[in-house]
């Protein structure tokens, strides 16, 4: 990675103007220096709001969001992830939705006039989802 | 030329809590003569798993994509993160053969496959590329003169620019213009482009809400009377949180929070009754009071 530390993501990053401990400048500075385990384990790295500022401001042009990402699905293969991506995993394998939508909602689009809500087709998700490892990861974590 | 026709892509947030939007997009969008065919069968555009893994969110993109393809419609998506995402991996999957191979191994699995005919849009890139500013302005015949808001435009309808790309990320015009159709007055503020917090919420509440209470502050001193958003979970930050805010941080602002299609309809003469404004968590009736008497 070409990052020469100038903290752009940092300055320009609004989570960092209100956490006193998310700092993108350090996660890809830990990055650089390969502390694998510091940086998977920490909370902090699923703070990110993935807005993009820092990717776009980059004098550098390193993906500092994308970075992020790689470093947070490492982090789930260990099943490191905040419990929310377990329930919405789980929604979309079973629904298709990422958010259980509930009956009187899915009731109530006729009498607003809306077209029915188009359904899932959960044995066809299964199919194209067969074998990837986020799977495991969601079996393996507990409530 | 043949009427704009478009596969209406609808999202998770948008039927879980944001009816509001969805009503008043198809109000105008049917007014502008644009044509909506439902998706055959629906999944989350991916995005939201992207975190976890990168693989899950493009397989969720592709077959959409692919479902598209077989109906030989572009999507239009009133969601900025599911555009953005549904955009962001068709590019992606078109130019990466690898990569592309890859997904579409997966899709055979259910008899899917990603070709990369159509393309995805959000409803503001129809409104202003397909549509048009001069029919949005024609179709204008209630000017809202009367009324000052600010934009929200929210980051993934901008950002990352290489992927998006029909706006400038540091200093947005598209919404603003679209705004000014409605003859309201686009007021300027501080901090405009910053993010409204919603992907935080989950994971650190009181971040996130920091970061939208910043924004009402913003727009309280240039005196906005109303806020005009584009994205469901911005809207569900300002609007749904705004009485949460208020609470969490002793402020009040009482700041209505609109979608823009509610907007625009206002001005096209629909009635208000048929925009769904009963939907919104903050008292809009100031404005519409204000705007019933602008009738007279």
């Known amino acids: 990675m070409r990052c020469f530390q100038c903290g752009t993501c940092t300055s320009d990053c609004p989570i960092a103007r209100f956490s006193d401990t998310y700092r993108p400048r350090q996660i890809i500075r830990m990055t650089q220096l390969g502390l694998r385990e510091r940086v998977l384990n920490s909370d902090t790295l699923w703070l990110c709001a993935s807005c993009f500022t820092c990717t776009d401001r980059c004098p550098q042009d390193v993906e500092v969001a994308s970075v992020i990402r790689v470093l947070r699905n490492l982090a789930a293969e260990q099943g490191l992830f905040p419990q929310v991506f377990k329930e919405q995993g789980t929604s979309i394998l079973e629904t298709g939705y990422a958010y259980k939508i509930p009956e009187l909602r899915i009731k109530k689009r006729e009498s607003l006039g809306l077209p029915p809500l188009p359904k899932g087709n959960p044995e066809s998700l299964n199919k194209v989802l067969h074998g990837i490892s986020f799977l495991k990861s969601i079996e393996k974590k507990s409530d | ?296």
């Not at chain 2, 999507?75 to 995402?85: D, Q, R, S, Y």
């Not at chain 2, 992927?163 to 705004?179: A, Q, W, Y």
């Not at chain 2, 809207?235 to 002793?250: A, C, G, Q, S, V």
């Open chain 2, 1 to 296: 030329m043949a009427e704009p026709k478009y596969l209406m892509f609808l999202g998770c947030a948008i039927p879980y809590r944001v009816s509001a939007y969805e009503i008043s997009a198809r109000k105008i969008l049917g007014n502008l003569g644009v044509e909506l065919v439902e998706m055959p069968e629906f999944n989350c555009c991916g995005l939201p798993m992207d975190p976890v893994s990168h693989e899950m969110m493009l397989i969720l993109a592709a077959r959409n994509l692919a479902l598209a393809d077989q109906k030989g419609l572009n999507i239009i998506a009133l969601c900025p993160g599911c555009a953005g995402t549904l955009k962001k991996v068709g590019k992606m999957l078109k130019e990466d053969k690898t990569l592309r191979e890859e997904i579409n191994a997966h899709l055979k699995n259910a008899g899917l496959e990603f070709k990369g005919t159509v393309d995805a849009k959000h409803l503001m890139q129809v409104l202003i590329e397909d549509v048009g500013l001069e029919k949005i302005q024609k179709s204008v015949v209630k000017p809202l003169t009367m009324l000052k808001v600010a934009e929200h435009n929210g980051c993934h309808i901008l950002r990352p620019k290489e992927f998006i790309g029909f706006d400038d990320p540091e200093d947005p015009k598209t919404l603003k213009t679209l705004i000014e159709a409605t003859g309201a007055t686009c007021l300027d503020y501080m901090d405009e482009t910053e993010c409204c917090g919603a992907p935080s919420v989950g994971v650190n509440d009181k971040i996130a809400l920091q970061l939208a209470r910043d924004k009402l502050n913003h727009i309280k001193m240039v005196d906005a009377q109303a806020m005009i958003t584009i994205c469901p979970f911005c809207h569900i930050m300002y609007d749904t949180n705004e009485l949460r805010i208020e609470k969490m941080f002793n402020e009040a602002y009482g700041i209505p929070v609109l979608h823009y299609p509610q907007l625009l309809g206002l001005a096209m003469g629909i009635p208000p009754e048929e925009l769904a404004f009963n939907e919104l968590r903050v008292d809009v009736s100031k404005i519409l009071k204000q705007f019933v008497e602008g009738e007279k």
